[in-house]
């Protein structure tokens, strides 16, 4: 502007010298930058799947390679259940650059695995502990049962042998000794039965219990708001200048 000032009281020509002068000179550095070269980026990533990227805040890309401007450039990294990742890289012109990245688990994908656990823990001990009871517990009122129509049985060829005989020493056993034997024994495996059952029906109905329970248990869900963070504005160029565009992410049953 300077430069023109000086010339205006001129001739028209030079005039003209002066403004192609000025246009010479703003012409050649944007010839420069257009002449900038251009390197590639290769990355590898962790997880090797589902990765994407924004470059420079403008395009949404998931490639494993592309070329830029030599420079610098910002990236966001993201994959469902990962950690954004927001750095820079510098491209070097004429190179192919390798770049390795791990994106870490996200903070609410960890606690949502440690409240899976935990949900999935409640529901196998909820049902698998009553079971083992009722096995435990089924078992011995069988063995029970058994035992109690084995002493029953005992005790009723002792009443049949003690009608058949007649001797007195024997009589005399059989009343103080063997009878009261077999009824003792047949009133402990009865006692037993009684026992096992009632608490063979009581695992049962717990089980019961216990398993529509783990039913109306509600089951953690995964929240990403990493992604919803990574699915916000991004400016898209287009042919009348570009739009802003915006992305959500429901979860459809």
């Not at 009281?9 to 070269?37: C, D, H, M, R, Y």
């Not at 403008?58 to 401007?69: G, H, V």
């Not at 990236?75 to 510098?90: K, N, Q």
Request: charged residues 25%.
């Amino acid at each position: 502007m300077i430069a023109l000032r000086g010339i205006v009281g001129k001739e028209p020509t030079g005039l003209l010298a002066a403004l192609v002068l000025v246009l010479v000179g703003t012409t050649l550095p944007t010839s420069g930058a257009n002449a900038q070269e251009t390197g590639q980026v290769r990355f590898r990533f962790e997880p090797p799947q589902g990765v994407s990227y924004v470059v420079d805040g403008k395009y949404r890309l998931s490639d494993r390679e592309i070329t830029l401007q030599e420079g610098r450039h910002n990236f966001v990294f993201w994959a469902p259940e990962r950690r954004m990742l927001d750095t820079a890289l510098f491209v070097v012109g004429g190179q192919t650059q390798d770049v390795r990245l791990s994106l870490r688990y996200s903070l609410e994908y960890v606690e949502h695995r440690r409240a899976l656990e935990r949900y999935e823990k409640q529901q196998r001990y909820s049902v698998l502990l009553p079971s083992i009871a009722t096995f435990a517990t089924g078992t011995w009122a069988t063995v029970s049962a058994i035992r109690m129509i084995r002493h029953g049985n005992v005790l009723r060829d002792l009443k049949d042998t003690y009608a058949t005989l007649s001797d007195p020493v024997s009589i005399a056993r059989l009343k103080q000794q063997d009878l009261p034997e077999a009824r003792s024994d047949l009133r402990s495996a009865r006692s037993g039965f009684y026992i096992s059952t009632g608490l063979f029906a009581v695992s049962t109905a717990t089980v019961m219990y216990m398993k529509q329970r783990s039913g109306t248990r509600i089951k953690p869900e995964f929240k990403d708001n990493e992604g919803l963070r990574f699915n916000g504005l991004v400016w898209a160029p287009g042919e009348h200048g570009g739009t802003w565009a915006t992305g959500l992410t429901y979860i459809i049953r």
